[in-house]
């Protein structure tokens, strides 16, 4: 009987095992045996459509330049050659100085109009977003609103 118990225990794993083992670690690759993560066929596939369409376009906008060079009149009269301001004739020398507000409005449309389109991708991703995300944009928007209420009060969007 002790001899069948010291062959079990022989065939028997050790009681002491490691508890942590290190993961075995892939060959180190070298240039020669190094494989591409992306085929160059699978790569010219994905973005052929694209380099089309950027061909297309460019194709066409060559077509119209051409084409408007070869088939518009030209026959230059002193009134077509005038400068163009505002539909009635230039009244001043045109290095005047402007109003501020004119800038101040284009500026402000500048700055809301950029706010506004980081909307859309927001939009967009708003079901991948976490709660996170959804937050951070209503504390972005809230800034928005505040620097809005802020010009209205300063007068910035009156015009007298």
Known sequence: MSAKVAE???????????????????PRSTPANRQPLVSASTFHSEYFAAL????????FSILFVVANFLLSPKAPYDEKLSAYEC??????DSRKRFDIRFYLVTLLFIVFDLEVAFLFPWALA?????????WSMMAFLSILCI?????????ALDWE
């Open 126 to 134: 708003l079901r991948d977003l976490s709660l996170a995300g959804f």
């Open 52 to 59: 089309v369409f950027l061909g297309v376009a460019f194709g």
């Open 87 to 92: 539909g009635f004739e230039s009244f001043e």
């Open 147 to 155: 620097g809005f209420l802020y010009e209205w009060r300063k007068g």
């Open 8 to 26: 079990s225990g022989a065939k028997s794993q050790p009681r002491h095992t490691p508890r942590h083992t290190t993961p075995p670690q892939p």
